[in-house]
């Protein structure tokens, strides 16, 4: 989990209606951030992050899923600036043997809220020599989407993908996967998620990484194609 989070935006989406609610903070330079937006009147389809979920969109439909709910809130972690800037810097930082630290981008949780239930996700680079990214799932089953890769249980989904970076991280993208990580917590304690349950929220995790490799301005564009999940057999 991403120790660097700095503030959260709640918004909370009812049936296809999406609304701007309050920001709330932990540290006061963001909290500073997007209470003047909100202060002056700024829509919130305007304040730059990664979140918002379009009425109708495959996402809408695949957290209405997963969630079990007609509504749901989303917290924001991360403004796009701030997710980007942390990226590039691990980037140029990562190591040979260890994934980064992740930085956390959004949750979103059924409304009404009910105890832990959340869909949560975060982003972070790994070596591809390393064995965090080699499966290591309990009860995980390995899954090929469009070139992307990863594993999934009833409670985790973790998706590594190839993003060729400009510049001066070429060289580093080259040796090292995006990997994105998304956290279940709706599922805990469930004992009926199949493998179509698994593939929805491999769909979903794809689609959040999506806007990830879209804000890095990854230029093998990994993930434009729309998410289909294969199952793999186990190795």
Same mark, same amino acid.
């Given at each position: 989990m991403d120790t660097r989070r700095a503030g959260r935006l709640h918004v909370l989406t009812s049936g296809r209606k999406?609304?701007? /609610?309050? /920001?709330?903070?932990?540290?006061? #330079?963001?909290?500073?951030?997007? @209470?003047?937006? *909100?202060?002056?009147?700024?829509p919130e389809a305007k304040i730059e992050h990664l979140c918002t979920v379009g009425a109708a969109s495959e996402e809408e439909a695949l957290l209405r899923g997963i969630l079990r709910a007609d509504g749901f809130e989303t917290d924001v972690f991360h403004r796009t600036n701030r997710v980007v800037e942390s990226l590039e810097r691990d980037l140029r930082a990562i190591g040979s043997d260890k994934k980064t630290f992740s930085t956390s981008l959004c949750a979103y949780g059924p409304t009404p809220r009910a105890g832990?239930?959340? /869909?949560? %996700?975060? !982003?972070?680079?790994? +070596?591809?020599?390393?064995? $965090?990214?080699?499966?290591?799932?309990?009860?995980?089953?390995? %899954? $090929? /989407?469009?070139?992307?890769?990863?594993? &999934? =249980?009833?409670? @985790?989904? =973790? #998706? %590594?993908?190839? *993003?060729?970076?400009?510049?001066? #991280? !070429?060289? +580093? &993208?080259?040796?090292?996967?995006?990997?994105?990580? !998304?956290?279940?917590?709706?599922?805990i304690g469930r004992t009926d998620i199949d493998q179509a349950a698994k593939d929805r929220q491999t769909a979903l995790t794809y689609l959040m990484a999506r806007r990830v490799t879209d804000a890095l301005g990854c230029e093998n564009e990994p993930l434009a194609k729309p998410p289909v999940v294969k199952p793999l057999p186990a190795p």
């Open positions: 999406v609304r701007k /609610a309050f /920001a709330r903070s932990t540290t006061a #330079l963001l909290s500073m951030v997007v @209470l003047a937006s *909100c202060a002056s009147g700024e832990v239930e959340r /869909a949560r %996700f975060e !982003a972070g680079w790994v +070596p591809r020599t390393s064995k $965090d990214a080699e499966p290591s799932m309990a009860d995980g089953g390995r %899954f $090929d /989407a469009n070139g992307a890769f990863g594993e &999934s =249980n009833y409670f @985790l989904t =973790n #998706l %590594f993908v190839r *993003c060729d970076m400009p510049g001066d #991280l !070429a060289e +580093p &993208s080259k040796a090292a996967w995006l990997y994105a990580e !998304a956290s279940y917590t709706v599922n």
